[in-house]
Every structure is written in C-alpha cells, then in structure tokens.
C-alpha cells in the first residue's frame, strides 16, 4: 500500500511539473524586462495588456471601442494602409478611416468594404479635410503606404501638427518614420506618440536624433536613449526581439513568431497597436499598475503580431503572406488575451 501511494505520489508531481514547466518555458520566452524579473513579474506584465482590454457588452455604441484613422496610401503603395486598416477592425476597433490620395482610393475601397476611405491627402486642402475628423478619431496611425512625394509630406507635417494640438494619440510607422528623421522636431516631446522602427528604420532615426551610429551590441540601451533624446516618446525596435522603452523602462517581447519576413507585417502591427493604445489610455494607469499605458499597448500589439505569424507559418509555411497573418488576428487574441 505503502509503495503504491509513494508510486502515486511520484505520478502526481511529475504531471504538475509536466504542466507547469511549458507554462513557464513560454513565459521566459516570451516576455522580459531589461533588469531582471521573475517569471511572476513577467506573468503579470501579461495580465495588464489583458487588464486594457474593454469588454463586449451589448450596451456600447458604435465607435465606442475605437474610431481610428489611418494617414497613408498612395499610387504605389495601396496593401499597407488597408492592412493597417483592417488589422484593427480585427482587434476590435468598430471603425477606420484611411486618409489617402486619389489615385490610392479606388484600389483601396476595393480590398474591402469595411474601410472608410476619404481620398483627400494629396489635396490643396488635405490638412483642413483631415483635421475635420480628428475629434471623431481616437488613435491617428501615420505612415502605412504614404512614399515619400514632398507633398504629401508637406500635408502629413500639418496633419501632425493639428494632431498634436488637439492631443490625439499617434503611432508613426514606415515612411512615417523617414518624416520624423528628416524632422525630429515634429514628434519631439509629445506623450501620446508612439513610433515602431525597423532595423533600418531605428538606425537611421538614432542617427538623425543623436548623431552618433548605433551601437548593435546594446539594443536596450541604444532604444533607451533614443527615447530620452525624443522626449521619453514609446518607442518599439521591431527585430529578432522586440524593443520597447519609454526612456525609462526597457521591455523586450521575444514571443515566438516565425521566420517569414514578407512584407506587410509591420502594418499588422501598427494597426492593431492603435487599437490598444486607444485601450490603453482609456484605462489609464490604475488598470496598469502604475506602467506606462503605452508600453502596455506597444508590449501587447508586439505579441499578438507575432503570434499571427506563428500560426499563419503552422499552416502555410514558406508561402505565408500578411494576409494569412490576418487571417489569425482573432484565434491568436483569443489564445494570448481571453483564455
């Protein structure tokens, strides 16, 4: 009898440890601060991106969990605004708006009738014509598909001008970016920004801020550097690991994806990063325990992306494009905020 239960025993803490061990193997994975944190610390880093998220009631109206606008889209570029686009209606934004060219629009209503598309960017009036809306909008995401016409980013620049000054929320991404590098006084020291450089995107940007090439032996410090120079502006450094400070804290979201790098998978991330950022900043602090709401945002948008990439690849390997990716926003919410 004795030996029996001893047996039983032995079973029992092996089949804990079993599942438990996954649990934590995937947690120090995926989620880490720059100073070292317990498995606990980084559990509960995880529950406050659950803690901003605004729960499905029938008593809401439409637009009530996120009116966001997209600036971008121009002849060539037509897929990224309309990823970004409809990457946060999939997250749960009720609305979006892209703000394009012309010539963008007809090509950009086509992939979808969910989007709200106004043809103004490249217009005398474009900066008017947008500044319209931004009361009704709750996150401005800038950059997706917007090339680099000088006048085009003559209207972006009053469009972030405007922006600022009426306090909307932004996330610059993509030739955003090339603006804000050519002109750092645009963003500088505004609290509500968020920008999400690539690799190139990053070194070129820190060169531009502070002068000096970035050293690729310390990715934390250089992103927290960069932060302070910009005014402790969120900052994401997209890569092998993502980056994300504040200027004063340093997170790194290192969940699984996969190795696929088709384009299209930054737009993924910056719309669905607007949605939170509105989420994150409704809740406020309190819900985030004290952390920078959009560190929350940024360290939130950062996994599910990746975790659409790593479903996406499971099913359709070399051949994965973003739409794919799309395709596993809900499943891969689903399993990283609501189980």
């Keep these: 009898m004795m030996a ?5 025993t032995v079973l029992l803490f092996s089949a804990l440890a079993l599942s438990w061990l996954p649990l934590r193997a995937v947690l120090e994975r995926a989620f880490s601060l720059h100073k070292g944190h317990s498995v606990k610390d980084m559990e509960t880093t995880f529950q406050l991106v659950r803690n901003i998220i605004p729960p499905l009631t029938t008593k809401k109206h439409k637009g009530q969990d996120g009116r966001i606008g997209i600036i971008g889209g121009c002849q060539e570029y037509t897929g990224a605004p309309y990823f970004a686009a409809i990457s946060a209606l999939k997250v749960g934004a009720d609305l979006t708006h ?4 012309k010539e963008a629009a007809p090509v950009i209503k086509s992939y979808s009738p969910e989007l709200i598309v106004h043809p103004v960017l490249d217009s005398a009036t474009a900066v008017r014509d947008v500044e319209t809306w931004l009361p009704r909008l709750h996150t401005l995401v800038v950059g997706p598909g917007l090339g680099r016409d000088d006048a085009l980013l003559q209207n ?14 932004l996330v610059v991404d993509a030739d955003g970016l090339w603006l804000i590098a050519q002109q750092p006084s645009l963003i500088q020291g505004y ?5 999400t450089p690539n690799y190139m995107e990053f070194s070129r940007l820190y060169e531009a801020v502070l002068r000096d090439p970035v050293d690729s032996n310390d990715h934390h410090g250089a992103v927290l550097r960069l932060s302070q120079a910009l005014g402790n502006l969120t900052i994401v450094q997209k890569g092998e690991r ?3 400070s504040d200027g004063e804290q340093v997170l790194v979201c290192s969940q699984e994806g996969s190795s696929r790098r088709c384009g299209g998978q930054g737009d993924l991330l910056s719309g ?3 949605v939170l950022v509105h989420w994150a900043l409704l809740a406020g602090s309190e819900k985030t325990n004290g952390l ?8 939130g948008a950062c996994a599910l992306t990746r975790q659409c990439n790593k479903q996406a690849f499971q099913k359709s390997g ?10 596993e926003v809900g499943p891969a919410f689903k399993k990283l905020f609501e189980t």
């Design 4 to 8: 029996t239960r001893g047996a039983m």
């Design 98 to 101: 892209v703000f394009c060219t």
């Design 156 to 169: 972006v620049k009053g469009i972030l001008e405007k922006s600022k000054a009426k306090g909307v929320p």
């Design 191 to 195: 609290p509500k920004a968020v920008l």
């Design 242 to 244: 993502d980056v994300i």
């Design 272 to 274: 669905s990063l607007g």
């Design 292 to 299: 920078n709401p959009l560190l929350v945002a940024a360290f």
């Design 318 to 327: 070399r051949s994965t494009t973003t739409t794919d990716m799309i395709a």
